[in-house]
């Protein structure tokens, strides 16, 4: 893909740390952040923009139009492409979130597309994504490495080790619950840490299965079901003690109480065997 190698060309023409994170929300929602900061010596600002100026700022003024343009679309919930620095480090930062998440990638390549092609050869890097929902309605986050490193000998370890010192590329995914990855997962985030002296390191895939609905959600819906049943089960035994065996009404006569110093039978006295003794006494 031409953005994966417009970033490699990026990367072998100067020294940067890269911090990509991607947010999925609990609706569905999907959001990107990206930070390039580069070095103040990278080969890359020593080489003149058409337009003279900054080479960073060329690229956002270039891309000004377009964005203006997206920010009007309904599933463009923000988007923002700036250039400035860390210090003395040149930073580029990009922004987009989206209602759909799955659509997040697609609007990102839509931002950094420069109208004038005379200006693409300067669009910001941005390595290719996808977010596809599986029938079970989860999300999955892949990332695939856009081609193969290089087979290195000893000196050429030395010369990236040389070039890229400790820089890195970070890779973090965020979602109400991770469900399975092969990076490392922290509570509700994934992560994949990339050293750029090191490509042959990198996974060839960066994969995430996220969930939409928290766990406490779940159980919530269980506990309410539970609730329910409860509900129901006491109605129903509430129904039955209102009704004697046999589907009679319940007796309303009252029962005489024994006298005073006199011991209970082993057995009650039914109210018919009462009503003789009082008879015959």
């Known amino acids: 893909m031409r953005r994966a190698a417009v970033l490699l060309v990026v990367l072998l023409a100067g020294c940067m740390d890269v911090i990509q994170e991607i947010w999925i929300g609990a609706d569905g929602s999907g959001r990107f952040h990206a930070v390039y900061t580069f070095d103040p010596d990278s080969p890359v600002f020593k080489m003149p923009a058409q337009d003279g100026k900054d080479p960073l700022v060329s690229i956002v003024s270039k891309l000004d139009e377009v964005d203006a343009e997206l920010r009007k679309d309904p599933a463009v919930r923000h988007l923002e492409v700036k250039a400035d620095k860390d210090g003395e480090r040149p930073r580029l930062t990009i922004d987009?979130?989206?209602?759909?998440?799955?659509?997040?990638?697609?609007?990102?390549?839509?931002?950094?597309?420069?109208?004038?092609?005379?200006?693409?050869?300067?669009?910001?890097?941005?390595?290719?994504?996808?977010?596809?929902?599986?029938?079970?309605?989860?999300?999955?986050?892949?990332?695939?490495?856009?081609?193969?490193?290089?087979r290195m000998?000893?000196?050429?370890?030395?010369?990236?080790?040389?070039?890229?010192?400790?820089?890195?590329?970070?890779?973090?995914?965020?979602?109400?619950?991770?469900?399975?990855?092969?990076?490392?997962?922290?509570?509700?985030?994934?992560?994949?840490?990339?050293?750029?002296?090191?490509?042959?390191?990198?996974?060839?895939?960066?994969?995430?299965?996220i969930a939409l609905g928290s766990p406490v959600l779940i159980f919530a819906g269980v506990g309410a079901g539970g609730a329910v049943l409860?509900?129901?089960?006491?109605?129903?035994?509430?129904?039955?003690?209102?009704?004697?065996?046999?589907?009679?009404?319940?007796?309303?006569?009252?029962?005489?109480?024994?006298?005073?110093?006199?011991?209970?039978?082993?057995?009650?006295?039914?109210?018919?065997?009462?009503?003789?003794?009082?008879?015959?006494?």
């Open 153 to 209: 000998d000893d000196q050429m370890r030395e010369m990236l080790a040389k070039a890229y010192k400790d820089h890195t590329v970070t890779t973090r995914v965020h979602g109400p619950r991770i469900v399975s990855s092969n990076g490392t997962v922290s509570g509700d985030t994934v992560e994949w840490i990339v050293q750029l002296a090191h490509p042959e390191q990198a996974p060839a895939e960066m994969r995430a299965e």
């Open 96 to 150: 987009v979130e989206v209602a759909d998440a799955t659509t997040l990638s697609a609007y990102i390549k839509k931002a950094l597309q420069p109208k004038d092609p005379a200006g693409r050869e300067r669009a910001p890097p941005h390595d290719d994504f996808t977010i596809e929902k599986t029938d079970g309605g989860n999300l999955v986050f892949v990332q695939k490495q856009a081609m193969k490193p290089p």
């Open 230 to 281: 409860l509900v129901v089960v006491s109605l129903v035994l509430a129904n039955r003690k209102s009704q004697r065996p046999g589907g009679g009404a319940p007796r309303t006569g009252t029962r005489r109480r024994p006298a005073l110093g006199k011991k209970k039978t082993a057995k009650p006295e039914s109210d018919e065997e009462s009503e003789s003794d009082e008879e015959s006494g």
